[in-house]
């Protein structure tokens, strides 16, 4: 598997990014500030990360993962990855909100670093005109989390 940038021009794989944010709409809005990047497994493309940069920080906005290779490590590689390329740009803090109900999306930032900052009550019934229901579970809360990140030795 790869992870490179969605070439200028390419289509954006927004089937994938649905799976993350049920909101074309909100995809739209944040997509153009982003940089995307795709993983790749024979040249199919199987994951997708939007980062968009804001200032000394920067927030993954989209990490998702086609249904028939979830489970496989890729997630994780796509945060990963993500948490590379804010070093790089020499990010202090990298952010990343969820869901209450996205049980192994809090699971892996966590695994990964980052810990809860805050909690938006009703977020999701507020910004969004149909219920969210993942893991069996109203997505009503929105969970923030931050990630410090310190320059690499």
Do not use: W
């Amino acid at each position: 598997m790869q992870i490179r940038a969605l070439a200028s021009g390419e289509p954006l794989p927004l089937p994938l990014l649905l799976l993350a944010d049920p909101s074309e709409e909100l995809i739209l809005s944040y997509i153009q500030q982003s940089h995307t990047f795709v993983a790749e497994k024979a040249g199919t493309i199987v994951g997708v990360l939007a980062l968009q940069p804001q200032g000394q920080m920067a927030e993954i906005r989209n990490v998702a993962v086609d249904t028939q290779h979830q489970g496989q490590g890729i997630g994780r590689k796509l945060v990963e990855f993500a948490i590379a390329q804010a070093r790089q740009q020499r990010i202090k803090q990298l952010l990343v909100c969820t869901g209450n109900s996205s049980i192994p999306a809090l699971a892996l930032y966590q695994r990964c670093g980052f810990r809860v900052e805050s909690i938006d009550k009703d977020y999701f019934l507020r910004t969004y005109p149909e219920p969210i229901f993942e893991n069996g579970l109203p997505c009503t809360d929105r969970i923030k989390l931050r990630l410090e990140l310190h320059p690499q030795p």
